[in-house]
Nanobody
Framework: QVQLVDSGGGLVQPGGSMRLSCTASGFTFSNYWMYWVRQAPGKGLEYVSRVNPTSTITYYADSVKGRFSTSRDNAKNTLYLQMSSLKSEDTAVYYC?????WGQGAQVSVSS
């Protein structure tokens, strides 16, 4: 089955850290750029980051640059988003996406 499965969300305090995972199946994960996108309550989709197939190139939105890090393990068909120094404005549902596929989303809530 061709799919992406997001995991690792939850509640974290401001300034805390959290790691999201996205596990791919049914396609050759290592061939494709992978993306993280988020949607905050009541807002539209916002691009967060992307990584190329060999992990040699990463890009980040200005809003997360220096705080978030995207990586991938092609042997495990898994994409990661390491988030640190989290802020309340990072509260959102986070999705991994590629080639028209979307994970189901992982809720990240940043609150004291």
């Amino acid at each position: 089955q061709v799919q992406l499965v997001d995991s690792g969300g939850g509640l974290v305090q401001p300034g805390g850290s959290m790691r999201l995972s996205c596990t791919a199946s049914g396609f050759t994960f290592s061939n494709y750029w992978m993306y993280w996108v988020r949607q905050a309550p009541g807002k539209g989709l916002e691009y967060v980051s992307r990584v190329n197939p060999t992990s040699t190139i990463t890009y980040y939105a200005d809003s997360v640059k220096g705080r978030f890090s995207t990586s991938r393990d092609n042997a495990k068909n898994t994409l990661y988003l390491q988030m640190s120094s989290l802020k309340s404005e990072d509260t959102a549902v986070y999705y991994c996406t590629t080639i028209g596929l979307w994970g189901q989303g992982a809720q990240v809530s940043v609150s004291s």
